[in-house]
Every structure is written in structure tokens, then in C-alpha cells.
């Protein structure tokens, strides 16, 4: 059984920062690649990033330069640093394993 429990979101001014948490639960965590998504309201979920299990990453466009994901596999967690934070930035953020299994989401709201 594997379970994502995401953590860390929040309500933020434009230009703050928010770290976001995922933590795993079973023991092939670190055989797959782990992701962030998120989904705004009215729109399509969406990649943000992902990272191999050997920590190779891949982007968003619209995140590269701002947001770095990194995992610790002897912890079995997965993160997400999000700087420079926009408006735009704001939705529910999911935490994915190998884009089988499924967090619950967490709110990330960004004000102007």
C-alpha cells in the first residue's frame, strides 16, 4: 500500500516563498520517478516538475529558475521549493509517484 501525504502549502504574497512536502509511505519509493502537479481553479491538472530516481529533473516552462524539487529517498520524501511566487502560481499542488499514485493535494494561494 502507498500512500502521499502532502504538507506545506498556504496563503502567500507575490515574490514569497513556500516549501512543499511529500511524504511516502511503501517500499518502492525509491525505484520511481516522483512529481509535483498542480491544478487552478477551472483548468487542467498540470506537470510542475518531476525528478528520476536517480535526480535527474525536468520543469514547467513556467516554473524553470523559480521552483526546485529534490527527494531523500533514505526519508522517503519529495519536495518542492517555490520562490518567487506569482499570482498565477495559485492551485492545488499534488504530489504523484511514478503518476500512479495519487497525494490528496495541498491549497497554494499566491495574493497580488
Known amino acids: 500500500q502507498v500512500q502521499l501525504v502532502e504538507s506545506g502549502g498556504g496563503l502567500v504574497q507575490a515574490g514569497g516563498s513556500l516549501r512543499l512536502s511529500c511524504a511516502a509511505s511503501?517500499?518502492?519509493?525509491?525505484?520511481?520517478?516522483m512529481g509535483w502537479y498542480r491544478r487552478a481553479l477551472g483548468k487542467q491538472r498540470e506537470m510542475v516538475a518531476v525528478?528520476?530516481?536517480?535526480?535527474?529533473?525536468n520543469y514547467a516552462d513556467s516554473v524553470k529558475g523559480r521552483f526546485t524539487i529534490s527527494r531523500d529517498n533514505a526519508k522517503k520524501m519529495v519536495y518542492l521549493q517555490m520562490n518567487s511566487l506569482k499570482p498565477e502560481d495559485t492551485a492545488v499542488y499534488y504530489c504523484?509517484?511514478?503518476?500512479?499514485?495519487w497525494g490528496q493535494g495541498t491549497q497554494v494561494t499566491v495574493s497580488s
Open positions: 511503501g517500499s518502492i519509493f525509491s525505484l520511481n520517478a
Open positions: 504523484t509517484l511514478g503518476n500512479h499514485y
Open positions: 525528478i528520476t530516481s536517480g535526480g535527474s529533473t
